[in-house]
Every structure is written in structure tokens, then in C-alpha cells.
């Protein structure tokens, strides 16, 4: 497509239950990236994907949150078990060169947790 | 640690003037930056960025500068328009190589 795109862009769940969270890149971009956004912070780093596997995990906050990207295209974000504290924008972002270069962000999902 | 962080939260112009939103870093090892621009309910967007073998950059009515001497970076917009309204970040690629690290923002108000 012509951008990243995110979906759902609103979410509301109950807390303890399982979400998941959709992007896809930019045709082409072998680079992809979670971040999440909390309200007035930058963007805080997640998980950066080369092709399908995962080559930095290291902004996980716990085991709850888990990422993957099958056949390189399409990534999903799970978080289990899910808590009040989880309420953030969830962004998405893609790239050509990877590396941490700059790189397309899509629109986000907004995750509440009630 | 990695941080990158800005002086000021908020600045706000009139319309037609130049503004000049600064941001501080503390690795002195990062090798590329980039200012990012969003808007509400929007993901951030690219504006420019550089390299540290670099010390200005320019753009369409946007110009970074980037001091490594005193780890500082800065973003000029020239003739700020509404359309300008938003909230301007700065980062920086992390020593790893595989990411961006943010600062919190300076929310750019414009008046008409």
C-alpha cells in the first residue's frame, strides 16, 4: 500500500483479556518496527523486525507483550493478559534500509485498558 | 545512557516568523538524527534528517543543525505556517544500530 497501515485504530478492552494488534508496511520494506506512545512522551521503542525474525526484542517491557511477522509483510503485536498501564498509542513504522534509519510511521492503535 | 531530550516543551510564534526548536543528546557516539513531526491523532512524520559527519542540512523551509561539540540539535523552520502546528520531535539512532530513541516533544503552537 501507500503507507503503513494499522488496525484496529481504537481498541478498548477489559483488563486481564488479550489483544492484538495489526500492521502492515509499506510493500516492499524488509524493516519493521513497534514502538509505543504514551500520552505527551516520545515514541519509546518496542521491537525492530529484519524480514521475519525478530533482530531486536529488547524494548519488550515483559513476556506479556510478543511480536511476529510470518513471511515478513504483515506484523502482529500480542499482549497477553493485559493491564491498565498497557493504555498507550501503539505506532507501527516501516523502512527500506532498516538499521534504525529513518523510517514511515502508520497512524498507530490506540489501546485502552479498563 | 542513550536519551535525547529538549529544552523546551512548548513555543509558541506568530505566523511568518522563524522558529528554531532545540534539542540536547548525550551520546556522543550516535552517528544519525532525525526530526520527526506529528500531528494529533497521527503517527509522526519525517521532516530531516542528518549525519554526524554533517553539520547543517537543509530542506523545504526547514534547515537542522547539528553541533557534536556541545551534543545539540536544532530544527529551523523558516516562515512558519498553521499548518506548522504540531509537535516537533528529535531523535537519535541508538548505539545498537536497530532503532530510534526519542525525546518527549516540543508542542509548536502558530498564530495567525
Known amino acids: 500500500g501507500a503507507g503503513v497501515s494499522q488496525t484496529p485504530s481504537n481498541k478498548v478492552t477489559e483488563k486481564g483479556k488479550y489483544v492484538e494488534l495489526r500492521c502492515d508496511p509499506i510493500?516492499?520494506?524488509?524493516?519493521l518496527y513497534w514502538y509505543r506512545q504514551s500520552l505527551g512522551q516520545g515514541p519509546e521503542f518496542l521491537i525492530y523486525?529484519?524480514?521475519?525474525?525478530?533482530?531486536?526484542d529488547s524494548g519488550l517491557p515483559n513476556d506479556r507483550f510478543f511480536a511476529v511477522r510470518p513471511e515478513g509483510s504483515v506484523s502482529t503485536l500480542k499482549i497477553q493478559r493485559t493491564e491498565r498501564g498497557d493504555s498507550a498509542v501503539y505506532l507501527c513504522a516501516s523502512s527500506l534500509k532498516g538499521q534504525g534509519y529513518g523510517y514511515t510511521f502508520g497512524s498507530g492503535t490506540r489501546l485502552t485498558v479498563v | 545512557g542513550e536519551n535525547v531530550g529538549l529544552h523546551l516543551p512548548t513555543l509558541s510564534v506568530q505566523e511568518g516568523d522563524n522558529s528554531i526548536i532545540n534539542c540536547a543528546y548525550s551520546n556522543s557516539a550516535s552517528d544519525y538524527f532525525i526530526w520527526y513531526k506529528q500531528e494529533s491523532g497521527k503517527g509522526p512524520q519525517f521532516i530531516i534528517d542528518i549525519r554526524s559527519n554533517m553539520d547543517k542540512r537543509q530542506g523545504q523551509r526547514v534547515t537542522v543543525l547539528l553541533n557534536k561539540t556541545v551534543k545539540h540539535l536544532s530544527l529551523q523552520i523558516a516562515a512558519t505556517q498553521p499548518g506548522d502546528s504540531a509537535v516537533y520531535f528529535c531523535a537519535e539512532r541508538n548505539q545498537a544500530g536497530t532503532a530510534l530513541i526519542f525525546g518527549k516533544g516540543t508542542t509548536l503552537s502558530v498564530s495567525s
Open positions: 523486525f529484519q524480514g521475519t525474525g525478530a533482530a531486536d
Open positions: 510493500s516492499g520494506h524488509t524493516a
